[in-house]
Antibody
Framework: QVQLVQSGSELKKPGASVKVSCKASGYTFTSYAINWVRQAPGQGLEWMGWINTNTGNPTYGPGFTGRFVFSLDTSVSTAYLQISSLKAEDTAIYYC????????????WGQGTLVTVSS | DIQMTQSPSSLSASVGDRVTITCRASQSISSYLNWYQQKPGKAPKLLIYDASSLQSGVPSRFSGSGSGTDFTLTISGLQPEDFATYYCQHSHTTPWTFGHGTKVEIK
């Protein structure tokens, strides 16, 4: 069965970096793009962007350029989100999700990774 | 960027009620509209894609309609497990955007 399993919660200090992983199983990893979605505490969903798992080409949403990097290791069917120069406002749950179909719907989601930025 | 306006932001309903949530796009998005359900502490779950296609395994009491700029999610016969927050999302052109969500609470 299709699964996306994300790495565990992180507590980081302002200015540090964090790398969140999203390991896929149950399907051909390079056949579906991976999207990243952020959810700040008590807030709604915010689309961060996506990465083409076939070419490795990332597309970043507004507000997610510069400090945010999407990457892949196709040998282990894993997508990564790295955030550098962390700020308190980066505190959120970060989800990866598989993109499917002509309507680019997000049909499978990881369980989410809580990143807390605090001094 | 295309903005998605969802209404209402919250509603109270009873088990068995028919519930309607609307989502309006700031410009035409054809049928590139998806609906998700999120329960507290859980990841979102895809309910409806292409505006009206029911995701596999989702109960048939959920339905979606609309095209262009105006869309609707209907729950026909609300069940206890349906109390959650619902989000629309367009996928017409990047950046995709989500509506702000509709919290469905128990009356």
């Amino acid at each position: 069965q299709v699964q996306l399993v994300q790495s565990g919660s992180e507590l980081k200090k302002p200015g540090a970096s964090v790398k969140v992983s999203c390991k896929a199983s149950g399907y051909t990893f390079t056949s579906y793009a991976i999207n990243w979605v952020r959810q700040a505490p008590g807030q709604g969903l915010e689309w961060m962007g996506w990465i083409n798992t076939n070419t490795g080409n990332p597309t970043y949403g507004p507000g997610f350029t510069g400090r945010f990097v999407f990457s892949l290791d196709t040998s282990v069917s894993t997508a990564y989100l790295q955030i550098s120069s962390l700020k308190a406002e980066d505190t959120a749950i970060y989800y990866c999700a598989r993109e499917r179909g002509s309507s680019s719907e997000l049909d499978y989601w990881g369980q989410g990774t809580l990143v807390t930025v605090s001094s | 960027d295309i903005q998605m306006t969802q209404s209402p932001s919250s509603l109270s309903a009873s088990v068995g009620d028919r519930v309607t949530i609307t989502c309006r796009a700031s410009q035409s998005i054809s049928s590139y509209l998806n609906w998700y359900q999120q329960k507290p502490g859980k990841a979102p779950k895809l309910l409806i894609y292409d505006a009206s296609s029911l995701q596999s395994g989702v109960p048939s009491r959920f339905s979606g309609s609309g095209s262009g700029t105006d869309f609707t999610l209907t729950i026909s016969g609300l069940q206890p497990e349906d109390f959650a927050t619902y989000y629309c999302q367009h996928s017409h052109t990047t950046p995709w955007t989500f509506g702000h969500g509709t919290k469905v609470e128990i009356k």
